[in-house]
């Protein structure tokens, strides 16, 4: 596709539920980002894929939250017993290459998430 | 651990006037700075970098110079338009590590 594409674009859940939230990435891009942003806020990096290895997950703020990217292409952000405080906008970002200097991130419209 | 802070929003002004958004870090090593912008609607995107001291990123008209010495990336244009209303984001990659950290985001607001 022409950029990173994120769906559902909304998601509203009922406090307790589990969600899942999907990232398409730029074809061939071997970094893929997650970010979670508040409203008002700026993006609060989550976690870090090269290819299908998750390199860096010290952002991910309970053991609740869980990415995966099996295959090196799409991946999954899933929450599980989604809490109010989970409410926030998730971005998904992937590179070209490895090291960010190198090649710009490309973001996509992101997923707003609002639990009730 | 780094650390990112921009003035914060909304900043209005008019058309052709002159806009700065201040951004100060904190970072051990030597960062790679970014401005990234966010307009209605859309998803963040790359507006300029600067990866060592002293360069100056440039794009659309903004300006950026990396300081080292007071740590600092301020965001310049001279003369802005009605187009530039958007969120921008000033943002650090460590020297070690792969991850981007933001700062707060700063609105812009330009009335014609």
């Known amino acids: 596709g022409a950029g990173v594409s994120q769906s559902p674009r909304y998601k509203v859940a009922k406090r307790g539920q589990d969600v899942a939230l999907r990232c398409d990435p730029i074809?061939?891009?071997?970094?893929l980002f997650w970010y979670q942003q508040a409203l008002g806020q700026g993006p609060e990096f989550l976690t870090y894929?090269?290819?299908?290895?998750?390199?860096?997950k010290s952002g991910l703020p309970s053991d609740r939250f869980f990415a995966e990217r099996p295959e090196g292409s799409v991946s999954t952000l899933k929450i599980q017993r989604t809490q109010q405080e989970d409410s926030a906008v998730y971005l998904c970002a992937s590179g070209g290459r490895w090291r960010t200097e190198h090649s710009p991130l490309h973001f996509g419209n992101g997923t707003r998430l609002t639990v009730t | 651990g780094n650390s990112v802070t921009q003035m914060e929003g909304p900043v209005t002004l008019s058309e052709e006037a002159f806009l700065t958004i201040n951004c100060t870090y904190t970072?051990?090593?030597?960062?790679?700075l970014f401005w990234y912008v966010q307009y209605p609607g859309e998803g963040l995107q790359l507006l300029l970098k600067a990866t060592k001291a002293d360069d100056k990123g440039s794009n659309k008209g903004f300006e950026a110079t990396y300081r080292k010495e007071t740590t600092s990336f301020h965001l310049e244009k001279g003369s802005v338009q009605v187009s530039d209303s958007a969120v921008y984001f000033c943002a650090l990659l460590g020297a070690a590590g792969n991850k981007l950290t933001f700062g707060g985001g700063t609105r812009v607001l330009v009335k014609p």
């Open positions: 894929f090269q290819n299908e290895a998750q390199l860096d």
């Open positions: 970072a051990t090593g030597y960062p790679s």
């Open positions: 074809s061939g891009h071997v970094s």
